[in-house]
Each structure stands twice: as C-alpha cells, then as structure tokens.
T-cell receptor, first 117, second 109 residues
Framework: GAVVSQHPSWVICKSGTSVKIECRSLDFQATTMFWYRQFPKQSLMLMAT?????????EQGVEKDKFLINHASLTLSTLTVTSAHPEDSSFYIC?????????????FGPGTRLTVL | GENVEQHPSTLSVQEGDSAVIKCTYS??????FPWYKQELGKRPQLIID?????GEKKDQRIAVTLNKTAKHFSLHITETQPEDSAVYFCGNAGNMLTFGGGTRLMVKP
C-alpha cells in the first residue's frame, strides 16, 4: 500500500513554455499532498501544501503564480510550472498523506526531473 | 517542526560496521520523527519512524532513539551493507514536517 506515482518522470522543454506534473495516490485517499523541489545533493525544499478542494498554501519565497497547484480530488494533485526558465530546472517530488494511513507519514512519488533549455 | 539540523553530512564506514546519524530540533511541539532513505535518482523511502511517546524503536538492523529533553534523535544502522549506501534524511513534525539537510552514507565493501 501507499503508492504514489508521478508523471512525467522527465521532461525537457523550451524556455517560456508551461509544464504540468501530475501526482497520484494509487491505493489510498490523499487528503494532503505536498510538493518539494530538490537540487542536486541537497535536501528537500517544501514548496507548497495542498488539501483536497482547497487552495494550496505556499512556502515563503515560492511564487504562487509561477507554480500553480491544483488538488481537485483525493487522488490527484498537479503542479504547473508556468513560463518555465532555465533556473526552474530541478527535481520536483510530490508526497501524499491521509486516509487510513494517517496524517503524519508522507509517501513520496518517484519525482520529475525538469530540464528547461 | 521548525529547523532541524542533521550531522554528519557525509559518513563513510566499512561494511559490517555501525553507522549513526544524529538530528537536533528546536520545536518542542514536535511529536513525529521519520527517517527517509533516498538512493540516487529515486524517491525518498520511509525506513523507520518514532513518535514522541516512545524513546526507542527497532526494526531489524535499523533503530531510532529519541531524547525529547535534549531535542535530538538518532538513526542507528548496524552491520552495514553496501546496499545501505544512500542519502538519509531525518524529519520532524509538529504542525508541519521539516527535513534535515541529509547524510550521504557510503558503505565500503
């Protein structure tokens, strides 16, 4: 149990385009989903927290108009990087918690590597 | 959880030896302390966790100890194997989960 998938696993795009990343909880209902950014050899940096049906809560310094988060159902959250630029290139990882698994433990997706040319 | 500091940042041990990674935190309201293992290019995987009402928890070769008075908790890996090589992150949670900076563990065969 507690499987979280992410799609795509790797995306390369041109500067100025928008990229959507999907995060799905496959076998549990995720009342809360989290989006992280991870630079090489660094820790996980929380970008935002989203509860199903509510607006996401963004961490300080994260532009909400740049990183659009939607959590429309208990099994799906999306992160859209709008007008991507090379500095947005990073590893984006989602995690999910909730349902019968409780609210403390987060289960991570496999991550999406974004490369902006 | 608020800030959590993790040490060491890198750790190299010989196969069969023990490895210890320590984290300290500042938020006295923290009540949940997970440890994640992340292999290169892969997702963080929960390997063990502990709650504030317990002082120690063990699962085969891994164990976690918690000292709430001193506000630190540690991951202990015994009889290390090459496949234990990875980056380990501690976390602490009160109202939100915060991660330490990570420890790169290298187990030499």
């Amino acid at each position: 149990g507690a499987v979280v998938s992410q799609h795509p696993s790797w995306v390369i795009c041109k500067s100025g385009t928008s990229v959507k990343i999907e995060c799905r909880s496959l076998d549990f209902q995720a009342t809360t989903m989290f989006w992280y950014r991870q630079f090489p050899k660094q820790s996980l940096m929380l970008m935002a927290t989203s509860n199903e049906g509510s607006k996401a809560t963004y961490e300080q310094g994260v532009e909400k108009d740049k990183f659009l988060i939607n959590h429309a159902s208990l099994t799906l959250s999306t992160l859209t990087v709008t007008s991507a630029h090379p500095e947005d290139s990073s590893f984006y990882i989602c995690s999910a918690s909730g349902g019968v698994l409780g609210t403390d433990t987060q289960y991570f997706g496999p991550g999406t590597r974004l490369t902006v040319l | 959880g608020e800030n959590v500091e993790q040490h060491p940042s890198t750790l190299s041990v010989q196969e069969g030896d023990s490895a210890v990674i320590k984290c300290t935190y500042s938020d006295s309201a923290s009540n949940y302390f997970p440890w994640y293992k992340q292999e290169l290019g892969k997702r963080p995987q929960l390997i063990i966790d502990i709650r504030s009402n317990v002082g120690e928890k063990k699962d085969q070769r891994i164990a976690v100890t918690l000292n709430k008075t001193a506000k630190h908790f540690s991951l202990h890996i015994t009889e290390t194997q090459p496949e234990d090589s990875a980056v380990y992150f501690c976390g602490n949670a009160g109202n939100m989960l915060t991660f330490g900076g990570g420890t790169r563990l290298m187990v030499k065969p």
